[in-house]
């Protein structure tokens, strides 16, 4: 049975061990020690959103985080799939549909007004899942500003 088990501080290790995984498919950095410290803030404040792992039978098959902000365009509070992953042996098996029916479900609850997400422009299996679940694809191009710390 497909199970969403929020994460606690207990299963902070397994989704950073999958972090690494997901990270690695695109060659992004992490920091396992930054993603635990920002897990431990994380998980303090449900107002920053929430994360689950997506788990069959006591089996860890990925995991969800989701952001929240507030958006006046959007009128309210907005839900930002900050991250899914299904690991690459439970792929192909409807895991992405499950998890993203139960985002949907799950942020309409919590009151969002929106969904966003971003994917990358190689992954047209991720990209036609959302498609098939009511995702578009925004007009506008995603920018980003980094601070740096001194």
Request: charged fraction near 25%; hydrophobic fraction near 40%; proline fraction near 3%.
């Amino acid at each position: 049975m497909l199970t969403f088990e929020k994460l606690t501080h207990n299963n902070i290790d397994t989704i950073v061990a999958m972090m690494q995984d997901f990270y690695a498919i695109d060659g992004y950095d992490i920091d396992p020690v930054v993603s635990r410290e920002n897990f431990e803030v994380f998980l303090k404040d449900e107002n920053l959103g929430q994360s689950w792992l997506i788990k069959e039978n006591d089996l860890v098959l990925g995991y969800i985080i989701v952001v929240y902000f507030f958006s006046f365009e959007f009128k309210g509070r907005v839900a930002l799939l900050d991250e899914l992953y299904i690991s690459a042996d439970a792929r192909g098996k409807g895991l992405g549909k499950k998890a993203v029916q139960f985002i949907k479900e799950y942020v309409q609850e919590v009151g969002c007004k929106l969904v966003l997400l971003e994917v990358e422009p190689h992954n047209l299996p991720a990209q036609k899942l959302y498609e098939n679940q009511g995702f578009d694809f925004h007009p506008r191009n995603i920018m980003r500003y980094s601070i740096k710390n001194n």
